[in-house]
């Protein structure tokens, strides 16, 4: 396998399912574990804030909005790297009828990669608006004088919104990555 994936040749049909296969598994795990640390972050992230005292609450929810939505896209991504495994396992049967068409497994890849580059427009975007409120926070304290003022101090929980969507980011561009190369080699 590993000698016919820097070749000009297209690959066999069997080739492609057994790298497609385990593309799909990679991806469905490595996605899954930012996604499961990501989700996990998040939670924390909105179940230990107190969104009514601080205001600036309203860009980190914001931020945090933007978050979920890009966890639900990769939950979808997630589902779709399964999805790939099944298809190279339909590829890989003896019955050549109920193998998927080039185009099927095109518009699958395509759809992946919509999906991810979608994902990854999210996180990068609910990571700016989390950054740029904790930054502005940074900014507006006064700098080598304590402060004991709650109002002042930059929440830990904001980093686990940041650390969530680095997290997401990173989920993102591999399922990106993975689905561009699966693309390109089919093709």
Known sequence: MTSHLGSSQPPTKQQFATTFRLAGQIGFWVQLALGALSGVALLLAIFSRNVGERPDSAVIGFGIFLAVCGILVLGFRVYWAFRYRRLAKRLQMPDSSLHPTKEDIVNVLRIGLIASLVGLLL??????VTVAAVL?????????VAMYSPRNIIPTLDIFVILANVNMIGAHLFGSINSLWLLNWVD
Do not use: V
């Open 136 to 144: 502005g926070k940074a900014l507006a304290q006064p700098q080598g």
């Open 123 to 128: 996180a990068f975007l609910a990571a700016e």
